[in-house]
């Protein structure tokens, strides 16, 4: 289970990529996307099946990102997750966090045996409610 300090630092850290957003904003991945972005966090949206997110390019790839981003957050089914991890420690990201239902223990396992930090089985909602406690 991850402990509070490898969670933390994910909020020290520089750009952000939610790999898995929708168009619809009711879904994970639009709302991680927005609460993020609220938070004054510099996000770029990931999905190889949208062009535009709330006005905003969408990006195929990590690769196609505009600027390399510090961590993922991963809203995905999970055997697409395992592609998503290898492509990340592919263009250095040292941060993955997977999203309940993007889990895999094989993507776990492949960011552990490659020096990523990986926070599975925590919701960032539930973790970014509790930090906006204290602000």
């Known amino acids: 289970m991850a402990e509070k300090s490898d969670m933390d630092e994910f909020f020290e850290g520089g750009p952000w990529a939610v790999v898995g957003v929708s168009r619809d904003p009711d879904k994970y991945g639009s709302i ?14 990931v999905n190889p099946r949208v062009a535009e997110i709330e006005g905003e390019p969408c990006y195929s790839s990590l690769a196609d990102l505009p600027e390399e981003v510090e961590q993922i957050v991963i809203v995905v089914p999970p055997e697409r997750t395992e592609k998503v991890v290898e492509e990340a420690a592919g263009e250095g990201i040292r941060r993955v966090w997977m999203q309940p239902g993007a889990e895999s223990a094989s993507a776990v396992e492949y960011c552990r045996a490659h020096g990523i930090n990986v926070i599975s089985g925590r919701c960032i909602l539930r973790y970014m409610d509790t930090l906006d406690l204290h602000r």
Do not use: A, H, I, T
Request: net charge positive.
């Open 32 to 45: 991680v996307l927005r609460r993020l972005r609220s938070r004054g966090e510099k996000v770029f949206p």
